[in-house]
């Protein structure tokens, strides 16, 4: 039970707070992103796949989007070096290394240093929100370094693609 009071009133209740000339000189705002593609575009990502970027914090290097594999497909093998959190949207999706299948709804934790790879079975394919802190970096299929993406790849990713489409960059993505 929760020590909270009930309430029925609309209104904006006035909260004191001792900092708030720090906060108005020093604080951000939150941020809002719609449904809108004017808001965030999918980036294609590869053939079958394109991401939603939602958020980038260069200051903690994290990042958050929705992955969206549009049939069944591979996102290749990665590690994480920073902790990983996904709810599954649409479809379903699991890691070959794992014997659980996440879907609509579910909530998956993914810790540093695991290496993984992300496929989807669907023939509608998937779609996931994923909050991600620190690099991920791939692999090819000999198990040798490919890349490593991190909130700087993926603000690229972001930026690069709206300029080469005459998309505005939506500065609410930047935390």
């Known amino acids: 039970m929760s020590n909270a009071p009930a309430s029925t009133a609309y209104r904006i209740v ?14 951000r705002e939150g941020s809002y992103v719609g449904l809108s593609e004017a808001e965030s575009p999918w980036v294609p990502f590869g053939d079958n796949a394109a991401i939603r970027h939602l958020a980038f914090d260069v200051r903690n ?3 958050c989007n929705i992955l969206w594999i549009k049939g069944p497909g ?9 902790m990983v959190w996904a709810v599954g949207m649409e479809g379903t999706f699991r890691y070959l290394e794992y ?25 509608n394919g ?30 690229n990713h972001y930026v690069t693609y709206c300029e080469a489409h005459g998309i505005p960059i939506n500065e609410q993505l930047f935390l």
């Open 61 to 63: 290097n994290v990042y």
């Open 14 to 27: 006035e909260v004191p707070e001792p900092m708030k000339a720090m906060q108005d000189r020093f604080g």
């Open 74 to 82: 591979v996102i290749g093998t990665h590690r994480h070096r920073g």
């Open 126 to 155: 998937m779609k996931a929100l994923f909050w991600m802190q620190g690099a991920n970096e791939f692999f090819d299929e000999q198990g040798e370094w490919a890349e490593t993406l991190d909130v700087f790849w993926f603000i």
């Open 99 to 123: 014997d659980w299948v996440c879907g609509p709804g579910e909530f998956i934790t993914e810790m540093p240093g695991q290496a993984h790879t992300l496929v989807t079975d669907e023939p």
